[in-house]
């Protein structure tokens, strides 16, 4: 039955992975104890998403054999993808353990850490996986990683340059060089790369993602913006929070000695979420820009335009007429830009989940408090004064789930 292994990876290089996990149950009625058989299953599981099964069938197998390294790299991976980086690196260690000499369980653990801020560590497993493979792309990626955010960029872009003369096809190489060079400052040549990359593997999300990014750079307001993103992109999640709350005293200390100063800081901290699907508003009309947004890009800079329409014309409509559900609406509007332009900020489903279901709570909220307006003509009404609190504790529990997954 070996032929149908053959087959199955066959299959699954085709991308035709539910027909390779057909295959592959045939085999394993047969063989079920096959461990060959059980890995390209996990990995079948893994590329369709269904990662309870992949566990399932992972855990089974280090039960028939503990001490097959592949399986605890699968396990990594698994962690690594739900941000349970601590379990990712006890996984990947196993593997490493068990088979020393793999230069891609090093590129793995290196990753880990990159996600955990811990570049000095990241920069030596990376270094080791190339000592086992000097010409390991994945391992000259991250090492480059590690080396740019430990401040020794030169370093880092030869890496990079190394790498493409390797395989001057490599998409994620591409890729990679393009978010250093937007983070240097060269959104430019930047762009250049993300073209690229997207050219040889045109579903490639982080070439995306930075195509997007080096389009709006083109603004002044947003290279600000993205300088202030990397910037607590390195810090470590306690440090951010430090940022935050820093911030946020200061602009209380602002508003007793100098209000405008107040009113600038909080402009400032409001921006940081608006300017991404506001940019992307624009971008839209840009012939090409509009293809380089996701379908949830666009679908958050849409609400954005109309909320901040509905806010303006409601606001205007208001000091011409004095009617007071107008000045709700506007208030409403304006508010609710904020958890709306943060809707799929999240990197989880759990994290989305969270976000959708405060969002439309709060929604829900500014309804009825527009509706309570129009019965006793205060716009200051317990739903609204409810749902203004409820958008600011929104703001501090997004942070604090987007600076765990960080």
């Given amino acids: 039955m070996a032929f149908l292994i053959q087959r199955a990876h066959l299959l699954l290089?085709?991308?035709?992975?539910?027909?390779?996990?057909?295959?592959?149950?045939?085999?394993?009625?047969?063989?079920?104890?096959?461990?060959?058989?059980?890995?390209?299953?996990?990995?079948?599981?893994?590329?369709?998403?269904?990662?309870?099964?992949?566990?399932?069938?992972?855990?089974?197998?280090?039960?028939?054999?503990?001490?097959?390294?592949?399986?605890?790299?699968?396990?990594?991976?698994?962690?690594?993808?739900?941000?349970?980086?601590?379990?990712?690196?006890?996984?990947?260690?196993?593997?490493?353990?068990?088979?020393?000499?793999?230069?891609?369980?090093?590129?793995?653990?290196?990753?880990?850490?990159?996600?955990?801020?811990?570049?000095?560590?990241?920069?030596?497993?990376?270094?080791?996986?190339?000592?086992?493979?000097?010409?390991?792309?994945?391992?000259?990626?991250?090492?480059?990683?590690?080396?740019?955010?430990?401040?020794?960029?030169?370093?880092?872009?030869?890496?990079?340059?190394?790498?493409?003369?390797?395989?001057?096809?490599?998409?994620?190489?591409?890729?990679?060089?393009?978010?250093?060079?937007?983070?240097?400052?060269?959104?430019?040549?930047?762009?250049?790369?993300?073209?690229?990359?997207?050219?040889?593997?045109?579903?490639?999300?982080?070439?995306?993602?930075?195509?997007?990014?080096?389009?709006?750079?083109?603004y002044w307001l947003f290279r600000m913006f993205l300088k202030y993103q990397f910037f607590m992109g390195r810090l470590s999640s306690g440090m951010q929070w430090g940022v935050i709350i820093g911030l946020f005293i200061i602009t209380r200390v602002a508003s007793t000695l100098f209000f405008p100063l107040a009113v600038l800081l909080a402009i400032v901290a409001v921006s940081t979420w608006l300017i991404g699907p506001v940019s992307n508003l624009f971008l839209r009309l840009n012939p090409y820009g509009r293809y380089a947004l996701t379908k949830e890009q666009t679908q958050v800079s849409s609400l954005v335009g109309v909320l901040m329409a509905v806010a303006i014309i409601a606001g205007f409509s208001f000091w011409l007429t004095a009617f007071t559900p107008l000045l709700a609406l506007a208030i409403a509007s304006a508010v609710m830009l904020l958890p709306v332009s943060s809707l799929y900020s999240s990197g989880t489903p759990k994290g989305r989940r969270i976000f959708l279901i405060y969002t439309l709570t709060l929604s829900a909220l500014s309804v009825a408090g527009i509706t309570w307006t129009f019965f006793d003509n205060d716009p200051f009404n317990i739903c609204m004064t409810v749902m203004v609190i409820g958008v600011f504790i929104y703001q501090l529990m997004a942070n604090f789930v987007l600076t765990r997954e960080r």
């Fill in 13 to 218: 290089q085709q991308g035709r992975v539910q027909d390779a996990v057909t295959t592959l149950r045939q085999h394993l009625s047969t063989y079920a104890n096959d461990i060959d058989g059980l890995y390209l299953l996990a990995i079948c599981y893994l590329e369709l998403d269904n990662v309870e099964e992949a566990e399932n069938i992972i855990s089974n197998a280090i039960g028939m054999a503990p001490a097959d390294d592949r399986f605890y790299y699968l396990r990594s991976r698994i962690a690594f993808n739900k941000s349970q980086y601590n379990a990712a690196i006890t996984a990947i260690s196993e593997a490493v353990a068990i088979d020393p000499n793999v230069a891609g369980y090093f590129g793995m653990w290196s990753q880990i850490l990159i996600l955990k801020r811990d570049y000095k560590e990241a920069l030596e497993k990376a270094e080791e996986g190339l000592a086992l493979d000097p010409e390991n792309e994945t391992c000259l990626n991250l090492r480059s990683t590690a080396l740019f955010n430990l401040g020794k960029k030169e370093e880092a872009f030869s890496d990079l340059h190394i790498a493409l003369e390797h395989n001057p096809e490599n998409a994620y190489t591409h890729a990679n060089l393009g978010w250093k060079l937007l983070e240097n400052g060269d959104h430019k040549k930047a762009l250049e790369h993300f073209r690229e990359a997207l050219k040889i593997d045109p579903n490639q999300q982080w070439a995306k993602s930075g195509m997007v990014q080096a389009m709006q750079a083109r």
